[in-house]
């Protein structure tokens, strides 16, 4: 999809109330499955917060119920992000080796072979 539709699209989706966004939701999912298309793989987050998305809908949770729970699930989401990628900064620099002209914690430069 090019990046003018893309943005077309996404521009009347958010005015859409969640009623019908949900409904353009399924229609997707239904061509998905006539067409054997497939999206993007979502990350294993992504995956738990749809499974509950949509356990909610067949549960004929109202809408503004579903929003309000994946609103909550969206911002955990990206705490785990946040935590995630700090960790992998954490790990980078754990990991770097320390440079030859750094002084050890006695204060003393290292000595050369």
Do not use: H
């Amino acid at each position: 999809m090019n990046d003018i539709m893309r943005e077309r699209i996404l521009r009347r989706l958010e005015g859409m109330p969640d009623e019908q966004a949900y409904q353009i939701l399924d229609f997707i999912e239904f061509l998905e499955t006539k067409y054997a298309t497939q999206s993007r793989d979502p990350s294993m987050f992504q995956k738990l917060a749809e499974r509950v998305e949509d356990t909610l809908r067949a549960g004929r949770i109202s809408a503004s119920a579903v929003k309000g729970t994946m609103d909550a699930m969206d911002a955990a989401g990206r705490v785990m992000r946040g935590v995630a990628a700090a960790g992998r900064v954490a790990a980078d620099q754990l990991g770097s080796p320390k440079p030859a002209d750094t002084p050890d914690k006695s204060g003393e430069a290292p000595k050369s072979a």
